[in-house]
């Protein structure tokens, strides 16, 4: 039987009143004989299997395969739906990765049949309105960038930032040099130096000055025509803007590299100026977190990646043209990268993308970012005297605080974290950006109301206070979830991932 085990670490502060259940595997549950369906009698004779195929295509029974009713299988499976935290279910605060909520409408837009099982082997001629709709979504992220082209195919913000790479790489090679390096800020989301590295540059790191920000003697002095490029994040990710980007962009171009600006963070200043107007030559946008799409998991997401003219002839191919009143895929371009991706990219997410644009409109888009600037400094003035802040400049639509403070009474930003889901809030983004020792990277979007963000404010100090009153409760939370604290070495190092029936030695291995 079901039964309640878990108990709020505050039970008068939490304010969680829901029951958790402890939920059996489907092997554990069942009866002989009981299924989940009934057919009507046979009218055909019922022969034996071994009649009508070889012995060998005969599967042996399972041992102890359970037998179940359709109601057990739906509860099994909606109990353990409720044990999944989404940004439909509370506040979600996962700094660098912009999880806001995603309206409704774009996934029924994506579910329309015409859309959802339009088969990509249709002709172009009968694919015309899919075709018209990323045709469009360029359009409409062009404007946004202010870049001049755009390709839709990249299936993640790491993949646009290869394809973008790519096309540098191919670029130089191109004027008849092969650059070496490329900097990157010690800020940097890992996977741009896995990217430069996958292009086969040396990466090359410029440390932050004491505003967490890029300094341009520093890069000036570091610069030279061995070097393709620099990637940077523009806010980066401590949510600063980088003020001197026009003297960065200067400085690059001035020895004939490039500028890779990775767009993760675009949800902070689109609509309010352009990347392009900044020098930016590669921008990849993140489909997946600005234009609202949920991701996690692993995916699926959308990385589109916007150029100036001179990368135009390495775009990956096909590309997509508007010519004599249709839509057409170019694949005739022969100083394309390639392909990057099957078929035309994550077609579901950008029709979740377009549609998030279109219902949006200029105006929409440059509220967003306003609200998400308001939101994410609303928390951080309402916090700064809880928490160290590293760098006080002013930033944009997230905030880096530090367990400073708090590890003085022995409570870590881990514990921080896992507190934090016993209030029952996902926590925010830890130990990221590197260059902040203890971060609690909060980032909390547009989307969440005053009422959200004071409780999550009143959640954190109270936490704050508990760090320094009852400081020994954090080593064993959470409490709340049905797994609490994991062993997070040994759980990704020997996760225990078969099960074996009870009464055999051991029940999983
Ligand atoms: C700043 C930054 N750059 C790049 C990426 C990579 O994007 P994706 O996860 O879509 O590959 C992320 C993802 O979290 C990010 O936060």
């Not at 041992?63 to 099994?76: G, I, K, T």
């Not at 999944?84 to 509370?90: A, G, H, L, V, Y």
């Not at 394809?163 to 191919?170: C, E, P, R, V, Y």
Request: contains cysteine; hydrophobic residues 35%; negative net charge.
């Amino acid at each position: 039987m079901n039964k309640p085990t878990r108990q709020p670490p505050n039970a008068s502060s939490t304010g969680i009143k829901g029951l958790v259940f402890d939920e059996p595997l489907l092997f554990e549950m069942g009866s002989p004989g009981r299924i989940a369906y009934s057919l009507p009698k046979y009218d055909v004779p019922e022969v034996e299997l071994e009649a009508i195929l070889p012995t060998a295509e005969i599967r042996d029974p399972i041992a102890n395969f359970p037998e179940l009713s359709e109601l057990d299988v739906v509860r099994h499976f909606t109990r353990l739906s409720q044990w999944n935290f989404s940004i439909d279910t509370n506040f979600y605060p996962l700094g660098s990765c912009t999880m806001k909520y995603n309206p409704k409408v774009n996934n029924e837009m994506a579910a329309l049949p015409g859309f959802a099982q339009h088969h990509p082997y249709t002709p172009e001629a009968l694919s015309q309105g899919s075709l018209q709709l990323m045709f469009e979504l360029q359009e409409y992220l062009k404007e946004i960038s202010g870049m001049a082209h755009v390709s839709l195919q990249p299936a993640a913000g790491a993949q646009g930032e290869l394809t973008g790479m790519l096309m540098i790489h191919a670029y130089h090679a191109s004027q008849g040099t092969q650059r070496k390096k490329v900097i990157l800020p010690d800020s940097a989301h890992g996977t741009n130096p896995a990217t430069a590295s996958l292009c086969g540059y040396s990466v090359i790191q410029i440390q932050s000055d004491e505003r967490g920000l890029i300094d341009p003697n520093k890069l000036e002095s570091m610069m030279d025509e061995e070097t393709a490029a620099i990637m940077l994040t523009n806010p980066n990710t401590l949510g600063i803007f980088e003020t001197d980007i026009l003297k960065i962009t200067e400085i690059v171009h001035n020895k004939g590299g490039l500028v890779y600006c990775d767009g993760a963070n675009l949800n902070a200043v689109m609509g309010k100026t352009k990347m392009r107007a900044m020098g930016v030559d590669v921008l990849h946008f993140n489909l997946h977190k600005t234009f609202s799409t949920p991701h996690g998991g692993g995916g699926p997401g959308a990385g589109p990646v916007g150029i100036v003219d001179k990368l135009e002839p390495f775009l990956p191919k096909p590309v997509i043209e508007h010519t004599g009143g249709k839509y057409v895929l170019n694949r005739d371009r022969p100083d394309s990268i390639g392909k990057m991706k099957a078929f035309y990219g994550n077609f579901g997410i950008l029709v979740r993308a377009y549609t998030y644009i279109r219902s949006l409109g200029p105006e929409g888009i440059k509220q967003v970012a306003e609200m998400a600037v308001l939101n994410a400094n609303y928390i951080k003035a309402s916090l700064d005297e809880h928490y160290h802040l590293p760098y006080n400049g002013p930033s944009l639509h997230e905030c880096v605080f530090n367990d400073k403070r708090q590890l003085k009474n022995k409570v870590s930003t881990m514990d921080i974290a896992k507190m934090l889901i016993d209030y029952g809030f996902h926590p925010p983004t830890i130990y990221f950006p590197l260059i902040v020792k203890g971060a609690l990277m909060i980032e909390p979007t547009e989307t969440e109301s005053k009422e959200t963000l004071d409780k999550f404010i009143r959640t954190m100090k109270d936490i704050a206070k508990l760090a320094e009153t009852k400081p020994e409760i954090f080593h064993d939370s959470p409490r709340m979830p049905v797994v609490s604290r994991l062993d997070e070495i040994t759980a990704a190092r020997n996760p225990k991932l078969k099960w074996k029936p009870e009464g055999l030695e051991s029940k999983a291995t």
